[in-house]
């Protein structure tokens, strides 16, 4: 095989690659269709109901009076693995506040899949599994992660995507403040 050859098959071997990537990325992570329909901040939160890694369903409404962190993940992301740590650390400085965390994991990998790695790392905030993906599209969410902070009333306060370090003071504060 000539150098031009290899050089030939090379590229389409690169092409076929990046075809695969994009249809991974786009085609199994659509985004909304109608981006003007997508909630933002000053919006209800719309509800929804998903199950928690040990098969209970719950409701976004179930959870009215109390700040919602609300975070869209996969365990195959590594911001999203890289900013769990300090949401459990948020998680056990904001017990005894109105204040929940919800992971909803939008992984395509079975329930057992997601609870294996949230037991091994063991995280104690729950997690739902949204397995269809159709609460992270009628939220809106295109990248991961995604977290939208709810007030008490059930409305959105604030729309913020990529990882954080969720347990600084001065993050843990404002949601101090918000959950008075």
Same mark, same amino acid.
């Given at each position: &095989?000539?150098?031009?050859? *290899? $050089?030939?098959? @090379?590229?389409?071997?690169? +092409?076929? /690659?990046?075809? %695969?990537?994009?249809?991974?990325?786009?085609?199994?992570?659509?985004?909304?269709?109608?981006?003007?329909?997508?909630?933002?901040?000053?919006?209800?939160?719309?509800?929804?109901?998903?199950?928690?890694?040990?098969?209970?369903?719950?409701?976004?409404?179930?959870?009215?009076?109390?700040?919602?962190?609300?975070?869209?993940?996969?365990?195959?992301?590594?911001?999203?693995?890289?900013?769990?740590?300090? &949401?459990?650390?948020?998680? *056990? $400085?904001?017990? @005894?506040?109105?204040?929940? +965390?919800? /992971?909803?994991? %939008?992984?395509?990998?079975?329930?057992?899949?997601?609870?294996?790695?949230?037991?091994?790392?063991?995280?104690?905030?729950?997690?739902?599994?949204?397995?269809?993906?159709?609460?992270?599209?009628?939220?809106?969410?295109?990248?991961?992660?995604?977290?939208?902070?709810?007030?008490?009333?059930?409305?959105?306060?604030?729309?913020?995507?990529?990882?954080?370090?969720?347990?600084?003071?001065?993050?843990?504060?404002?949601?101090?403040?918000?959950?008075?």
């Amino acid at each position: &095989m000539s150098i031009k050859s *290899k $050089v030939i098959t @090379g590229a389409g071997i690169l +092409i076929f /690659a990046i075809v %695969i990537i994009f249809s991974v990325v786009f085609i199994d992570n659509p985004p909304p269709a109608n981006s003007a329909g997508v909630p933002d901040k000053g919006t209800v939160a719309p509800d929804f109901a998903l199950a928690t890694m040990d098969g209970k369903t719950v409701r976004l409404s179930d959870y009215r009076g109390q700040i919602v962190f609300l975070n869209f993940w996969a365990t195959w992301c590594p911001p999203c693995r890289n900013e769990m740590p300090a &949401m459990e650390k948020l998680h *056990k $400085v904001m017990q @005894g506040y109105d204040f929940v +965390i919800l /992971a909803v994991s %939008i992984d395509q990998a079975t329930t057992y899949h997601v609870k294996s790695f949230v037991n091994k790392k063991r995280y104690s905030f729950p997690v739902l599994h949204d397995v269809t993906k159709e609460v992270a599209a009628n939220y809106g969410v295109s990248g991961i992660p995604t977290t939208l902070i709810v007030d008490k009333g059930g409305v959105i306060v604030s729309r913020l995507i990529g990882g954080r370090a969720w347990d600084s003071d001065k993050i843990v504060d404002y949601f101090k403040e918000l959950a008075k």
